[in-house]
């Protein structure tokens, strides 16, 4: 298994992982209008494959912190692996590789909206706890569910603030886990 950032033309590939990962097309049209919104720009797109075919995509888009903040930010969003590669720790290398490259970028936080007994696994933590909230409320029963982790120690506690998304990200919908 290898991992490498997507390119243009892996774009079937990246749809098909999502399609074939979450059993709809909601996640892959999702994934391809954040890859096409500006407002979400820069993203990490990355996909795992073994041999030539692809079992895992990972993407990563901008956001921002409001009030303003000098600080640079990504929400990891969505993490898919096929269903016959689930559970082998496909998804954990894609994360480990994603904030990796993100560190190397300059970026200082990652957010994600997901299961809270997988991501902290990853170095993610409650986000609301220290003053991060998400776009849209999320239930106090899915709190924990809104996490972030820092590429930079120290700057968790020395910012706060309401996450500001990608347009296309900016439905509610989308923020019920």
Avoid at 21 to 42: H, I, Q, S
Avoid at 86 to 102: A, P, T, Y
Avoid at 116 to 144: C, S
Wanted: aromatic share 8%; hydrophobic share 40%.
């Amino acid at each position: 298994m290898y991992i490498r950032e997507a390119i243009e033309t892996d774009l079937d590939n990246v749809l098909k992982v999502e399609r074939l990962a979450f059993g709809e097309d909601a996640e892959a049209n999702l994934v391809r209008d954040l890859l096409e919104d500006p407002t979400g720009n820069p993203t990490l797109s990355l996909l795992a494959f073994e041999g030539e075919q692809a079992i895992g995509h990972i993407l990563f888009s901008r956001i921002c912190l409001a009030p303003e903040s000098t600080f640079t930010a990504s929400l990891l969003a969505p993490l898919a692996v096929v269903p016959d590669y689930q559970g082998k720790g496909i998804g954990g290398k894609l994360i480990v590789e994603g904030l990796r490259i993100l560190a190397g970028r300059g970026i200082d936080l990652v957010f994600v909206l997901g299961h809270p007994g997988y991501y902290p696994r990853h170095g993610f933590n409650p986000a609301g706890r220290v003053g991060l909230q998400a776009p849209y409320p999320i239930p106090e029963k899915d709190a924990d569910a809104w996490m972030v982790q820092e590429l930079v120690p120290g700057i968790i506690g020395s910012v706060s603030g309401q996450v500001v998304c990608a347009e296309s990200l900016r439905k509610p919908e989308y923020w019920r886990e």
